[in-house]
Protein backbone atom coordinates (compact mmCIF):
# COMPACT_ATOMS: atom_id res chain seq x y z
CA UNK A 1 0.00 0.00 0.00
CA UNK A 2 1.52 3.71 -1.33
CA UNK A 3 1.71 6.77 1.02
CA UNK A 4 -1.88 7.85 -1.37
CA UNK A 5 -3.45 4.10 -0.80
CA UNK A 6 -3.02 4.67 3.03
CA UNK A 7 -4.43 7.80 3.11
CA UNK A 8 -7.34 6.98 1.04
CA UNK A 9 -7.88 3.84 3.37
CA UNK A 10 -7.48 6.10 6.63
CA UNK A 11 -10.19 8.28 4.80
CA UNK A 12 -12.61 5.29 4.47
CA UNK A 13 -11.60 4.00 7.80
CA UNK A 14 -14.14 4.59 11.23
CA UNK A 15 -13.28 7.13 13.22
CA UNK A 16 -13.40 5.88 16.20
CA UNK A 17 -11.55 2.65 15.39
CA UNK A 18 -8.64 4.89 14.00
CA UNK A 19 -8.45 7.04 16.67
CA UNK A 20 -7.92 4.11 19.25
CA UNK A 21 -5.04 3.01 17.33
CA UNK A 22 -3.38 6.03 17.12
CA UNK A 23 -3.79 5.85 20.71
CA UNK A 24 -1.90 2.33 21.01
CA UNK A 25 1.03 3.63 18.37
CA UNK A 26 1.50 7.28 20.25
CA UNK A 27 2.12 5.44 23.62
CA UNK A 28 5.41 4.45 21.47
CA UNK A 29 6.07 7.49 19.37
CA UNK A 30 6.49 10.51 19.85
CA UNK A 31 5.29 13.22 17.11
CA UNK A 32 4.91 16.92 16.82
CA UNK A 33 1.91 18.67 15.23
CA UNK A 34 2.70 20.76 13.07
CA UNK A 35 -0.35 21.76 10.75
CA UNK A 36 -4.06 21.71 12.18
CA UNK A 37 -5.72 20.05 13.06
CA UNK A 38 -8.07 21.85 11.24
CA UNK A 39 -11.37 21.96 9.87
CA UNK A 40 -12.23 24.05 6.82
CA UNK A 41 -13.49 23.91 3.14
CA UNK A 42 -12.27 21.88 0.29
CA UNK A 43 -13.96 23.12 -3.00
CA UNK A 44 -14.60 20.43 -5.02
CA UNK A 45 -13.87 21.15 -8.46
CA UNK A 46 -16.00 18.86 -12.20
CA UNK A 47 -14.55 18.77 -15.34
CA UNK A 48 -17.56 19.96 -17.94
CA UNK A 49 -18.10 16.96 -20.76
CA UNK A 50 -17.82 18.75 -23.71
CA UNK A 51 -15.28 21.25 -23.50
CA UNK A 52 -13.30 19.37 -20.61
CA UNK A 53 -13.70 22.21 -18.88
CA UNK A 54 -12.84 22.76 -15.15
CA UNK A 55 -15.22 24.38 -12.78
CA UNK A 56 -16.03 24.98 -8.94
CA UNK A 57 -18.90 22.33 -8.12
CA UNK A 58 -19.45 22.63 -4.20
CA UNK A 59 -17.55 22.70 -1.00
CA UNK A 60 -17.06 19.96 1.56
CA UNK A 61 -16.20 20.42 4.82
CA UNK A 62 -12.76 18.14 5.37
CA UNK A 63 -10.55 18.06 8.25
CA UNK A 64 -6.73 18.32 7.47
CA UNK A 65 -3.75 17.11 9.53
CA UNK A 66 0.15 16.73 9.55
CA UNK A 67 2.89 15.57 11.98
CA UNK A 68 5.92 15.11 12.18
CA UNK A 69 8.32 12.83 13.74
CA UNK A 70 12.35 13.43 13.57
CA UNK A 71 12.34 13.26 9.66
CA UNK A 72 9.45 11.31 8.93
CA UNK A 73 5.98 12.96 8.30
CA UNK A 74 2.60 12.03 8.28
CA UNK A 75 -0.30 14.01 6.85
CA UNK A 76 -3.61 13.17 6.33
CA UNK A 77 -7.50 14.76 5.08
CA UNK A 78 -10.58 13.35 5.70
CA UNK A 79 -14.18 14.69 4.70
CA UNK A 80 -16.09 15.88 7.29
CA UNK A 81 -15.10 17.91 10.60
CA UNK A 82 -13.79 15.16 12.72
CA UNK A 83 -10.24 16.44 13.75
CA UNK A 84 -9.69 13.72 16.38
CA UNK A 85 -9.70 11.42 13.11
CA UNK A 86 -7.46 13.49 10.59
CA UNK A 87 -5.29 13.83 13.87
CA UNK A 88 -5.01 10.30 13.65
CA UNK A 89 -4.65 9.18 10.45
CA UNK A 90 -1.70 11.77 10.55
CA UNK A 91 0.16 9.76 13.06
CA UNK A 92 -0.58 6.29 11.60
CA UNK A 93 1.01 7.74 8.05
CA UNK A 94 3.97 9.09 10.12
CA UNK A 95 4.43 5.77 12.08
CA UNK A 96 4.17 3.83 8.51
CA UNK A 97 7.04 5.87 6.88
CA UNK A 98 8.95 5.48 10.33
CA UNK A 99 8.56 1.52 10.33
CA UNK A 100 7.14 1.89 13.82
CA UNK A 101 6.82 -1.65 15.76
CA UNK A 102 2.81 -1.67 15.44
CA UNK A 103 3.03 -1.38 11.07
CA UNK A 104 2.07 -4.83 10.36
CA UNK A 105 -1.37 -3.89 12.91
CA UNK A 106 -1.77 -0.64 11.14
CA UNK A 107 -1.38 -2.28 7.71
CA UNK A 108 -3.75 -5.18 8.86
CA UNK A 109 -6.26 -2.01 9.51
CA UNK A 110 -5.81 -0.30 6.42
CA UNK A 111 -6.57 -3.67 4.21
CA UNK A 112 -9.36 -4.47 6.44
CA UNK A 113 -10.80 -0.87 6.41
CA UNK A 114 -10.48 -0.83 2.37
CA UNK A 115 -12.63 -4.27 2.62
CA UNK A 116 -15.32 -2.70 4.56
CA UNK A 117 -15.67 0.14 2.39
CA UNK A 118 -15.44 -2.11 -0.58
CA UNK A 119 -18.47 -4.71 1.30
CA UNK A 120 -20.48 -1.40 2.08
CA UNK A 121 -19.89 -0.23 -1.61
CA UNK A 122 -21.45 -3.64 -3.12
CA UNK A 123 -24.16 -3.60 -0.64
CA UNK A 124 -25.55 -0.09 -2.32
CA UNK A 125 -24.96 -1.80 -5.93
CA UNK A 126 -26.92 -5.13 -4.44
CA UNK A 127 -29.77 -2.53 -3.67
CA UNK A 128 -30.14 -1.22 -7.30
CA UNK A 129 -29.15 -4.09 -9.36
CA UNK A 130 -31.98 -5.41 -10.03
CA UNK A 131 -33.77 -2.17 -10.87
CA UNK A 132 -31.63 -2.77 -14.06
CA UNK A 133 -34.01 -3.17 -16.97
CA UNK A 134 -34.05 -5.74 -19.38
CA UNK A 135 -35.36 -4.67 -22.62
CA UNK A 136 -38.25 -7.12 -24.40
CA UNK A 137 -39.10 -6.77 -28.30
CA UNK A 138 -42.64 -7.14 -28.97
CA UNK A 139 -43.65 -7.98 -32.75
CA UNK B 1 -51.10 55.85 12.53
CA UNK B 2 -47.92 58.03 12.63
CA UNK B 3 -45.72 58.41 9.62
CA UNK B 4 -42.57 59.02 11.30
CA UNK B 5 -39.38 56.68 12.24
CA UNK B 6 -39.17 55.39 15.40
CA UNK B 7 -37.06 53.13 17.54
CA UNK B 8 -37.44 50.35 20.03
CA UNK B 9 -39.21 47.18 19.63
CA UNK B 10 -36.30 45.28 21.39
CA UNK B 11 -38.32 43.50 23.58
CA UNK B 12 -40.61 42.26 21.17
CA UNK B 13 -37.84 41.03 18.96
CA UNK B 14 -36.29 39.17 21.94
CA UNK B 15 -39.51 37.80 22.73
CA UNK B 16 -40.43 36.73 18.82
CA UNK B 17 -36.80 34.97 18.62
CA UNK B 18 -37.81 33.34 21.73
CA UNK B 19 -40.89 31.65 19.96
CA UNK B 20 -39.09 30.71 16.70
CA UNK B 21 -36.50 29.17 19.07
CA UNK B 22 -39.37 27.32 21.17
CA UNK B 23 -40.83 26.41 17.70
CA UNK B 24 -37.72 24.29 16.71
CA UNK B 25 -37.25 22.74 20.25
CA UNK B 26 -40.47 22.46 22.02
CA UNK B 27 -42.14 19.03 20.94
CA UNK B 28 -43.19 15.59 22.75
CA UNK B 29 -41.11 14.08 19.12
CA UNK B 30 -38.06 16.75 19.00
CA UNK B 31 -36.82 16.31 15.36
CA UNK B 32 -33.33 14.18 15.83
CA UNK B 33 -30.59 14.87 12.88
CA UNK B 34 -30.31 11.63 11.59
CA UNK B 35 -34.12 11.34 11.08
CA UNK B 36 -33.00 14.32 8.87
CA UNK B 37 -30.88 12.52 7.13
CA UNK B 38 -32.68 9.17 6.76
CA UNK B 39 -35.87 10.18 6.04
CA UNK B 40 -35.49 13.68 4.31
CA UNK B 41 -32.92 13.24 2.12
CA UNK B 42 -34.42 15.14 -0.80
CA UNK B 43 -34.84 18.12 1.00
CA UNK B 44 -31.59 18.09 2.46
CA UNK B 45 -29.82 17.52 -1.02
CA UNK B 46 -31.71 20.33 -1.65
CA UNK B 47 -30.09 22.46 0.64
CA UNK B 48 -26.67 21.48 0.69
CA UNK B 49 -26.55 21.96 -2.57
CA UNK B 50 -28.47 25.44 -2.64
CA UNK B 51 -26.18 26.23 0.31
CA UNK B 52 -22.97 25.49 -1.64
CA UNK B 53 -21.66 22.92 1.02
CA UNK B 54 -21.82 19.01 1.27
CA UNK B 55 -21.64 18.33 4.73
CA UNK B 56 -24.59 16.20 6.14
CA UNK B 57 -24.42 17.07 9.68
CA UNK B 58 -24.77 20.54 8.83
CA UNK B 59 -27.05 20.31 6.40
CA UNK B 60 -29.50 18.71 8.63
CA UNK B 61 -28.74 21.02 11.56
CA UNK B 62 -29.85 24.08 8.60
CA UNK B 63 -33.24 22.10 8.32
CA UNK B 64 -34.10 21.03 11.56
CA UNK B 65 -33.13 25.05 12.77
CA UNK B 66 -35.34 26.42 9.59
CA UNK B 67 -37.90 24.59 10.41
CA UNK B 68 -37.66 22.96 6.98
CA UNK B 69 -37.72 26.03 4.93
CA UNK B 70 -35.12 25.11 2.30
CA UNK B 71 -34.03 28.62 1.35
CA UNK B 72 -33.83 29.89 5.22
CA UNK B 73 -31.68 26.61 5.52
CA UNK B 74 -29.30 27.03 2.54
CA UNK B 75 -29.05 30.73 3.81
CA UNK B 76 -27.58 29.42 7.37
CA UNK B 77 -25.26 26.87 5.26
CA UNK B 78 -24.19 29.55 3.59
CA UNK B 79 -23.75 31.82 6.64
CA UNK B 80 -21.75 29.11 8.64
CA UNK B 81 -19.35 28.61 4.85
CA UNK B 82 -17.96 31.73 5.74
CA UNK B 83 -16.70 31.43 9.43
CA UNK B 84 -14.27 28.13 8.03
CA UNK B 85 -11.30 28.61 6.20
CA UNK B 86 -10.54 27.39 2.56
CA UNK B 87 -8.04 24.33 2.60
CA UNK B 88 -7.81 23.88 -1.24
CA UNK B 89 -9.09 22.76 -4.28
CA UNK B 90 -9.87 18.97 -5.36
CA UNK B 91 -8.72 17.86 -8.94
CA UNK B 92 -11.92 17.96 -11.20
CA UNK B 93 -13.57 15.13 -11.16
CA UNK B 94 -15.40 13.58 -14.44
CA UNK B 95 -18.87 11.89 -14.79
CA UNK B 96 -17.08 8.77 -15.97
CA UNK B 97 -15.60 8.20 -12.41
CA UNK B 98 -18.76 8.04 -11.13
CA UNK B 99 -19.85 5.16 -9.16
CA UNK B 100 -23.13 4.67 -10.78
CA UNK B 101 -26.18 3.90 -8.69
CA UNK B 102 -28.96 5.51 -11.31
CA UNK B 103 -28.63 5.61 -14.95
CA UNK B 104 -31.61 6.03 -17.68
CA UNK B 105 -31.36 8.00 -21.30
CA UNK B 106 -34.35 8.97 -22.81
CA UNK B 107 -32.78 8.99 -26.16
CA UNK B 108 -31.29 5.46 -26.72
CA UNK B 109 -33.40 1.81 -25.45
CA UNK B 110 -29.94 -0.02 -25.34
CA UNK B 111 -26.86 1.62 -23.99
CA UNK B 112 -23.85 0.20 -22.75
CA UNK B 113 -24.23 -0.82 -19.61
CA UNK B 114 -28.10 -0.68 -19.74
CA UNK B 115 -30.66 1.41 -17.90
CA UNK B 116 -30.46 1.24 -13.87
CA UNK B 117 -33.70 2.40 -12.54
CA UNK B 118 -32.27 2.76 -9.09
CA UNK B 119 -34.14 4.05 -6.38
CA UNK B 120 -36.66 6.52 -8.33
CA UNK B 121 -40.35 7.67 -7.78
CA UNK B 122 -41.29 8.26 -11.51
CA UNK B 123 -43.58 4.77 -12.12
CA UNK B 124 -45.66 5.12 -8.29
CA UNK B 125 -48.68 6.57 -8.65
CA UNK B 126 -49.04 9.13 -6.36
CA UNK B 127 -51.46 8.27 -3.67
CA UNK B 128 -51.22 8.65 -0.44
CA UNK B 129 -50.13 6.01 2.01
CA UNK B 130 -51.92 5.89 5.19
CA UNK B 131 -50.07 3.06 6.38
CA UNK B 132 -46.95 5.86 7.02
CA UNK B 133 -48.75 7.32 9.53
CA UNK B 134 -47.94 4.41 11.79
CA UNK B 135 -44.85 2.80 12.05
CA UNK B 136 -45.06 0.16 9.01
CA UNK B 137 -43.19 -2.56 8.78
CA UNK B 138 -39.96 -2.64 6.92
CA UNK B 139 -39.93 -2.86 3.13
CA UNK B 140 -37.15 -5.57 2.49
CA UNK B 141 -34.85 -3.75 0.01
CA UNK B 142 -34.49 -6.11 -3.57
CA UNK B 143 -31.43 -7.39 -2.87
CA UNK B 144 -29.73 -9.66 -5.04
CA UNK B 145 -27.01 -11.87 -4.39
CA UNK B 146 -24.03 -9.93 -3.27
CA UNK B 147 -21.27 -12.94 -4.00
CA UNK B 148 -22.63 -12.90 -7.45
CA UNK B 149 -21.95 -9.71 -8.87
CA UNK B 150 -20.73 -8.51 -11.55
CA UNK B 151 -17.48 -6.30 -12.32
CA UNK B 152 -20.70 -4.52 -11.95
CA UNK B 153 -20.26 -1.78 -9.59
CA UNK B 154 -17.57 -0.34 -11.85
CA UNK B 155 -17.83 3.45 -13.33
CA UNK B 156 -16.14 1.90 -16.68
CA UNK B 157 -19.23 -0.20 -16.92
CA UNK B 158 -21.12 3.02 -17.44
CA UNK B 159 -19.66 4.08 -20.96
CA UNK B 160 -21.05 8.14 -21.46
CA UNK B 161 -23.74 8.06 -23.59
CA UNK B 162 -22.48 10.87 -25.94
CA UNK B 163 -19.73 8.99 -26.55
CA UNK B 164 -21.63 6.91 -28.31
CA UNK B 165 -22.66 10.17 -30.60
CA UNK B 166 -18.67 11.39 -30.67
CA UNK B 167 -18.16 7.87 -32.50
CA UNK B 168 -21.00 8.20 -34.69
CA UNK B 169 -19.28 11.58 -35.48
CA UNK B 170 -22.57 13.15 -34.31
CA UNK B 171 -20.85 15.06 -31.68
CA UNK B 172 -17.47 16.98 -32.15
CA UNK B 173 -14.66 14.96 -30.08
CA UNK B 174 -13.89 16.69 -26.49
CA UNK B 175 -9.98 18.00 -26.24
CA UNK B 176 -7.58 15.00 -25.14
CA UNK B 177 -7.38 16.81 -21.84
CA UNK B 178 -8.87 18.94 -18.94
CA UNK B 179 -8.57 22.76 -19.73
CA UNK B 180 -5.94 24.54 -17.91
CA UNK B 181 -8.12 27.83 -17.47
CA UNK B 182 -8.58 28.40 -13.42
CA UNK B 183 -12.32 28.78 -12.95
CA UNK B 184 -13.68 31.95 -11.62
CA UNK B 185 -15.14 31.12 -8.43
CA UNK B 186 -18.26 33.18 -7.32
CA UNK B 187 -17.10 32.65 -4.12
CA UNK B 188 -13.98 34.57 -3.93
CA UNK B 189 -14.69 37.25 -6.24
CA UNK B 190 -18.16 39.17 -7.66
CA UNK B 191 -19.92 38.29 -10.63
CA UNK B 192 -19.09 40.59 -13.79
CA UNK B 193 -20.71 40.35 -17.28
CA UNK B 194 -20.23 38.84 -19.71
CA UNK B 195 -19.25 35.91 -17.20
CA UNK B 196 -17.30 32.92 -18.04
CA UNK B 197 -19.17 28.80 -18.24
CA UNK B 198 -17.34 27.86 -15.44
CA UNK B 199 -18.84 30.76 -13.45
CA UNK B 200 -22.21 29.98 -14.95
CA UNK B 201 -22.27 26.55 -14.24
CA UNK B 202 -21.38 27.10 -10.61
CA UNK B 203 -23.82 29.82 -10.44
CA UNK B 204 -26.38 27.28 -11.94
CA UNK B 205 -25.52 24.36 -9.47
CA UNK B 206 -25.72 26.80 -6.32
CA UNK B 207 -28.83 27.70 -8.08
CA UNK B 208 -32.71 27.68 -6.42
CA UNK B 209 -34.11 24.29 -7.90
CA UNK B 210 -37.89 25.90 -8.03
CA UNK B 211 -35.98 29.28 -10.38
CA UNK B 212 -34.44 27.05 -12.27
CA UNK B 213 -37.74 24.55 -13.09
CA UNK B 214 -39.36 27.79 -13.79
CA UNK B 215 -37.49 29.32 -16.27
CA UNK B 216 -36.34 25.99 -17.66
CA UNK B 217 -40.37 24.85 -18.41
CA UNK B 218 -40.54 28.66 -19.48
CA UNK B 219 -38.14 27.86 -22.23
CA UNK B 220 -39.44 24.66 -23.03
CA UNK B 221 -42.99 26.33 -23.69
CA UNK B 222 -41.38 28.60 -26.13
CA UNK B 223 -39.96 31.76 -24.39
CA UNK B 224 -36.56 31.17 -25.54
CA UNK B 225 -34.25 28.67 -24.56
CA UNK B 226 -32.83 25.46 -26.19
CA UNK B 227 -33.89 21.77 -25.03
CA UNK B 228 -33.04 18.67 -26.55
CA UNK B 229 -32.81 15.01 -25.75
CA UNK B 230 -31.57 13.16 -22.64
CA UNK B 231 -29.13 10.85 -23.58
CA UNK B 232 -28.32 10.40 -19.91
CA UNK B 233 -29.55 11.34 -16.62
CA UNK B 234 -27.00 10.02 -13.77
CA UNK B 235 -26.94 9.70 -10.19
CA UNK B 236 -23.92 8.58 -8.21
CA UNK B 237 -21.01 8.80 -6.02
CA UNK B 238 -18.53 11.25 -7.46
CA UNK B 239 -14.80 11.05 -6.32
CA UNK B 240 -13.20 13.92 -4.25
CA UNK B 241 -9.66 13.76 -4.86
CA UNK B 242 -6.67 15.88 -4.04
CA UNK B 243 -2.95 15.97 -4.20
CA UNK B 244 -0.79 14.81 -1.80
CA UNK B 245 1.17 17.40 -0.02
CA UNK B 246 4.05 15.03 0.40
CA UNK B 247 4.09 12.36 -2.72
CA UNK B 248 2.45 15.01 -4.80
CA UNK B 249 0.09 12.27 -6.19
CA UNK B 250 -3.74 11.70 -6.40
CA UNK B 251 -5.73 10.94 -3.67
CA UNK B 252 -9.45 10.22 -3.21
CA UNK B 253 -10.57 11.34 0.26
CA UNK B 254 -14.15 10.39 -0.20
CA UNK B 255 -17.16 10.73 -2.31
CA UNK B 256 -19.60 13.25 -2.93
CA UNK B 257 -23.78 12.28 -4.64
CA UNK B 258 -24.70 14.18 -6.61
CA UNK B 259 -27.29 13.90 -10.15
CA UNK B 260 -25.75 14.42 -13.57
CA UNK B 261 -27.77 15.55 -17.20
CA UNK B 262 -26.25 15.37 -20.41
CA UNK B 263 -28.34 17.03 -22.76
CA UNK B 264 -27.77 16.49 -26.37
CA UNK B 265 -29.62 19.42 -28.71
CA UNK B 266 -29.08 20.22 -32.68
CA UNK B 267 -29.05 17.88 -35.22
CA UNK B 268 -31.68 18.11 -37.64
CA UNK B 269 -34.21 19.41 -35.44
CA UNK B 270 -32.05 22.23 -35.23
CA UNK B 271 -34.11 25.21 -36.07
CA UNK B 272 -36.08 25.66 -33.05
CA UNK B 273 -39.19 27.78 -33.09
CA UNK B 274 -38.79 30.74 -30.16
CA UNK B 275 -42.66 31.91 -28.69
CA UNK B 276 -42.77 34.19 -31.34
CA UNK B 277 -42.48 32.40 -33.91
CA UNK B 278 -38.87 32.89 -35.47
CA UNK B 279 -36.39 30.08 -35.53
CA UNK B 280 -33.04 29.29 -34.04
CA UNK B 281 -30.91 28.10 -36.49
CA UNK B 282 -27.93 27.88 -34.65
CA UNK B 283 -27.27 24.12 -34.65
CA UNK B 284 -28.88 23.39 -38.75
CA UNK B 285 -24.37 23.60 -39.71
CA UNK B 286 -24.67 23.51 -43.43
CA UNK B 287 -24.72 19.55 -44.68
CA UNK B 288 -23.62 18.09 -41.30
CA UNK B 289 -25.44 19.15 -38.65
CA UNK B 290 -24.20 17.70 -35.42
CA UNK B 291 -25.57 17.63 -31.77
CA UNK B 292 -23.81 19.34 -28.77
CA UNK B 293 -24.54 18.63 -25.37
CA UNK B 294 -25.61 20.12 -22.63
CA UNK B 295 -24.98 19.73 -18.84
CA UNK B 296 -26.27 19.65 -15.55
CA UNK B 297 -24.71 18.56 -12.14
CA UNK B 298 -26.48 19.00 -8.61
CA UNK B 299 -25.69 18.12 -5.24
CA UNK B 300 -27.06 14.48 -4.31
CA UNK B 301 -30.28 13.41 -5.56
CA UNK B 302 -32.06 16.54 -7.40
CA UNK B 303 -32.94 15.20 -10.83
CA UNK B 304 -35.51 18.28 -11.62
CA UNK B 305 -32.92 20.40 -11.15
CA UNK B 306 -30.07 18.88 -12.89
CA UNK B 307 -32.36 18.71 -15.95
CA UNK B 308 -33.22 22.06 -15.46
CA UNK B 309 -29.72 23.19 -15.29
CA UNK B 310 -28.75 21.54 -18.34
CA UNK B 311 -31.93 23.31 -20.13
CA UNK B 312 -30.29 26.80 -18.91
CA UNK B 313 -27.25 25.88 -19.37
CA UNK B 314 -27.82 25.17 -23.20
CA UNK B 315 -29.96 28.39 -22.98
CA UNK B 316 -27.18 30.44 -22.19
CA UNK B 317 -24.42 28.71 -24.25
CA UNK B 318 -26.59 29.76 -27.23
CA UNK B 319 -25.03 31.67 -29.80
CA UNK B 320 -27.47 32.99 -31.42
CA UNK B 321 -29.97 34.85 -28.90
CA UNK B 322 -33.65 35.26 -29.40
CA UNK B 323 -33.47 37.82 -26.89
CA UNK B 324 -35.66 35.88 -24.54
CA UNK B 325 -34.90 36.06 -20.62
CA UNK B 326 -33.37 32.56 -20.49
CA UNK B 327 -30.97 33.23 -22.45
CA UNK B 328 -29.66 36.36 -20.67
CA UNK B 329 -27.41 35.22 -18.38
CA UNK B 330 -27.59 38.50 -15.98
CA UNK B 331 -31.38 37.59 -16.09
CA UNK B 332 -30.63 34.13 -15.52
CA UNK B 333 -27.92 34.02 -12.88
CA UNK B 334 -29.35 36.73 -11.27
CA UNK B 335 -32.76 35.32 -10.43
CA UNK B 336 -32.16 31.84 -9.54
CA UNK B 337 -30.13 32.63 -6.44
CA UNK B 338 -31.99 31.65 -3.45
CA UNK B 339 -30.64 34.28 -0.90
CA UNK B 340 -29.70 36.98 -2.91
CA UNK B 341 -33.94 36.45 -4.46
CA UNK B 342 -35.26 35.83 -0.78
CA UNK B 343 -33.13 38.60 0.28
CA UNK B 344 -34.90 41.19 -1.79
CA UNK B 345 -38.18 40.05 -1.99
CA UNK B 346 -38.63 39.87 1.72
CA UNK B 347 -36.67 42.79 2.94
CA UNK B 348 -40.08 44.65 1.77
CA UNK B 349 -41.53 43.68 5.16
CA UNK B 350 -38.84 45.34 7.34
CA UNK B 351 -39.39 48.72 8.46
CA UNK B 352 -39.60 51.35 5.92
CA UNK B 353 -40.73 54.08 7.97
CA UNK B 354 -38.82 56.62 7.16
CA UNK B 355 -38.97 56.02 2.80
CA UNK B 356 -42.52 55.91 2.94
CA UNK B 357 -43.03 58.75 5.27
CA UNK B 358 -40.82 61.03 2.46
CA UNK B 359 -42.90 59.51 -0.22
CA UNK B 360 -46.15 60.39 2.01
CA UNK B 361 -44.94 64.42 2.02
CA UNK B 362 -43.91 63.58 -1.36
CA UNK B 363 -47.44 63.11 -2.39
CA UNK B 364 -49.20 65.75 -0.07
CA UNK B 365 -46.94 68.26 -1.21
CA UNK B 366 -47.93 67.15 -5.11
CA UNK B 367 -51.80 67.56 -3.82
CA UNK B 368 -51.05 71.21 -2.41
CA UNK B 369 -49.35 72.48 -5.83
CA UNK B 370 -52.25 70.85 -7.90
CA UNK B 371 -54.42 72.41 -5.77
CA UNK B 372 -52.62 75.70 -5.45
CA UNK B 373 -52.56 75.55 -9.49
CA UNK B 374 -56.30 74.87 -9.95
CA UNK B 375 -57.58 77.81 -7.55
CA UNK B 376 -55.25 80.29 -9.83
Known amino acids: ?139 | MGYSSVRGGMDAIEHAETLIAAQVTDSDHPVALPQVTDHVELLLDQVMGEGGVYDLDLGALAVKQAEGDPIEAGFLLRAYRTTLPRVGYSFPSSGRQMRILRRVSSAFRDIPGGQVLGRTRDYTQRLLDFTLRDTPPKTPAPIGDIDALPSGAAPEEFPLVIDTLRADGLMHEAPRRTSDDEPFDVTREPLRFPSTRAARLQVLARGETGAMLSLAYAGMRGYGGAHGYIAELRYGDLPVQISHPITGGPVRIGWVPVTECYQVVGGDEGAQHTHDGTEDHEHVQGENPEYVVSYGIVVGRNERKAISMSILDGSLKKATKSGAAIEDEEYVMYHIDSIEAMGFVEHLKLPHYVDFVASVQRTSKVRELVAAARRG
Not at chain 1, 91 to 108: F, N, Q, T, W
Not at chain 1, 112 to 117: F, G, K, L, Q, T
Open chain 1, 1 to 139: MNREQRLEAMAAADAAAIVALADDVLETFEVEVTRGPTVGLLMVRVEEPADRLPFNFTEVTVAEAEVAAGEHRGYAMVMGKSMEHALAAAVLDAAVAAEHPLCDRIDAFLDEAVRADERRWAQRWAEVARTRVQFEDVT
